[in-house]
């Protein structure tokens, strides 16, 4: 079972609920897919943690054999190359290393190297494995970190795993809830939080992913977030409350889960509803 | 010498495209023969990496000066490695910033951005 939390902007809660649905679970896997600026971690503090780098594949030209024939310039779809005054230039940050400028040279002048562009943290917290992925400052894309820190989780068995996403409904997201089972969209009482919700909700029903929402952050009065879900029928999961105690243990990174038993009724019952959601639409739509 | 401005429409008269990479046409313009001559951009069309393209096409115009208002880093490295003089247009028309260059009136652009990879106003 793959859980995705995603929302429209930062701030709104995904790592909290993600993280606290994790730790509420009897044994479950942790993914910070959100590799700009991961902050799982700091919440589980993990042990036993490995790091892995990871490379991503950049062609490299050896300029005694290329000829000049610009196959590969014409080839990519990226416009990654340029070839000027006798001489290949290679833009690697425009690069998507699909590899074919390497295949379509007749001369063999080109290879491919290893690029380093971040890389996966694996470690334990009690009953949570986490998996981090970080990218390297002013790298251009994540996604291949992305696709690495969900490919080996195929490996994990049958433990849920909650996958933290990115902030927003660009590519990155997309790479991160790709192949999971089931959305929450986690959104603020504001109207502003609405515009946010909706870019989400526009991006799951994309996907044709089942999701739900959970309110975060709701106070006594109106809530344009739970409106926007009542007028589209989205199902609300649960509400969590503004509530300063919550925020600070959150602002003090700790797992609100393992320090309160009221926090831990809170979540365990939210997992529960999102496991019965995913097994109705597994049922549903196998 | 030829020159190349992007601009926004195949017109004797036409203003300066705002964007380089973008252009949907550039105008050519031969100081030797005076004769000017419009190219389509097919690169204006590209998913990324428009400014490599667009520089490689300008480039390989044999040009000896580029006027444009802007210029992103990757199409200004590619500019540069062909030893190619990048001026900066001023509001003028296209015509109008020939003459410019002609009379030794534009400078030389000294600003490049980091590219706006379509989130770039137009």
């Given at each position: 079972m793959r859980i995705a939390v995603l929302s429209g902007k930062g701030g709104t809660g995904k790592t909290l609920i993600s993280v606290n649905l994790a730790a509420a679970a009897q044994t479950s896997i942790y993914v910070d897919c959100d590799v700009e600026e991961p902050n799982g971690h700091l919440f589980f503090k993990p042990e036993g943690v490995?790091?892995?780098?990871?490379?991503?594949?950049?062609?490299?030209?050896?300029?005694?054999?290329?000829?000049?024939?610009?196959?590969?310039?014409?080839?990519?779809?990226?416009?990654?190359?340029?070839?000027?005054?006798?001489?290949?230039?290679?833009?690697?940050?425009?690069?998507?290393?699909?590899?074919?400028?390497?295949?379509?040279?007749?001369?063999?002048?080109?290879?491919?190297?290893?690029?380093?562009?971040?890389?996966?943290?694996?470690?334990?917290?009690?009953?949570?494995?986490?998996?981090?992925?970080i990218l390297n400052i002013g790298e251009a894309s994540g996604i291949p970190l992305i696709k690495k820190l969900l490919n080996e989780n195929e490996l994990a068995g049958g433990s849920p795993t909650f996958i933290d996403c990115p902030p927003g409904s660009a590519c990155i997201v997309m790479e991160s809830i790709k192949d999971a089972d089931y959305?929450?969209?986690?959104?603020?009482?504001?109207?502003?939080?609405?515009?946010?919700?909706?870019?989400?909700?526009?991006?799951?029903?994309?996907?044709?992913?089942?999701?739900?929402?959970?309110?975060?952050?709701?106070?006594?009065?109106?809530?344009?977030?739970?409106?926007?879900?009542?007028?589209?029928?989205?199902?609300?999961?649960?509400?969590?409350?503004?509530?300063?105690?919550?925020?600070?243990?959150?602002?003090?990174?700790?797992?609100?889960?393992?320090?309160?038993?009221?926090?831990r009724t809170m979540f365990s019952s939210l997992l529960q509803i999102v496991t019965e959601e995913v097994r109705h639409e597994t049922v549903a739509n196998p | 010498m030829r020159i190349a401005i992007p601009v926004d429409e195949k017109s004797i008269g036409a203003s300066v495209c705002q964007s380089f990479g973008r252009a949907p046409y550039f105008l050519i313009y031969d100081t030797?023969?005076?004769?000017?001559?419009?190219?389509?951009?097919?690169?204006?069309?590209?998913?990324?990496?428009?400014?490599?393209?667009?520089?490689?096409?300008?480039?390989?115009?044999r040009i000896g000066a580029l006027l444009t208002p802007r210029c992103g880093e990757n199409a200004s490295e590619v500019i540069n490695a062909a030893n190619i003089k990048i001026y900066k247009t001023t509001d003028a028309s296209a015509p109008d910033n020939i003459n410019a260059f002609i009379n030794g009136k534009l400078s030389l652009l000294d600003e490049i951005h980091r590219g706006f990879h379509n989130h770039g106003s137009k």
């Amino acid at each position: 079972m793959r859980i995705a939390v995603l929302s429209g902007k930062g701030g709104t809660g995904k790592t909290l609920i993600s993280v606290n649905l994790a730790a509420a679970a009897q044994t479950s896997i942790y993914v910070d897919c959100d590799v700009e600026e991961p902050n799982g971690h700091l919440f589980f503090k993990p042990e036993g943690v490995q790091d892995e780098e990871t490379a991503i594949n950049i062609p490299s030209v050896d300029e005694e054999l290329c000829n000049g024939c610009r196959i590969c310039v014409d080839f990519c779809n990226f416009n990654a190359l340029a070839y000027i005054n006798g001489k290949l230039k290679i833009f690697e940050e425009v690069c998507h290393s699909c590899g074919g400028c390497a295949l379509f040279c007749p001369e063999n002048a080109l290879s491919e190297k290893d690029k380093f562009i971040g890389k996966v943290q694996k470690g334990v917290s009690d009953n949570v494995t986490v998996n981090t992925g970080i990218l390297n400052i002013g790298e251009a894309s994540g996604i291949p970190l992305i696709k690495k820190l969900l490919n080996e989780n195929e490996l994990a068995g049958g433990s849920p795993t909650f996958i933290d996403c990115p902030p927003g409904s660009a590519c990155i997201v997309m790479e991160s809830i790709k192949d999971a089972d089931y959305c929450i969209l986690v959104a603020e009482p504001t109207l502003f939080g609405v515009h946010n919700l909706n870019m989400v909700y526009e991006l799951v029903k994309l996907f044709d992913k089942p999701h739900g929402v959970v309110l975060n952050k709701c106070l006594e009065g109106e809530n344009p977030a739970e409106e926007f879900c009542l007028e589209k029928g989205i199902r609300i999961l649960g509400r969590i409350p503004f509530d300063d105690e919550l925020g600070i243990l959150n602002s003090n990174a700790q797992i609100a889960v393992r320090e309160k038993e009221k926090y831990r009724t809170m979540f365990s019952s939210l997992l529960q509803i999102v496991t019965e959601e995913v097994r109705h639409e597994t049922v549903a739509n196998p | 010498m030829r020159i190349a401005i992007p601009v926004d429409e195949k017109s004797i008269g036409a203003s300066v495209c705002q964007s380089f990479g973008r252009a949907p046409y550039f105008l050519i313009y031969d100081t030797d023969s005076k004769e000017s001559e419009f190219i389509n951009n097919s690169a204006a069309a590209s998913q990324g990496g428009a400014g490599i393209k667009t520089a490689q096409a300008v480039v390989d115009y044999r040009i000896g000066a580029l006027l444009t208002p802007r210029c992103g880093e990757n199409a200004s490295e590619v500019i540069n490695a062909a030893n190619i003089k990048i001026y900066k247009t001023t509001d003028a028309s296209a015509p109008d910033n020939i003459n410019a260059f002609i009379n030794g009136k534009l400078s030389l652009l000294d600003e490049i951005h980091r590219g706006f990879h379509n989130h770039g106003s137009k």
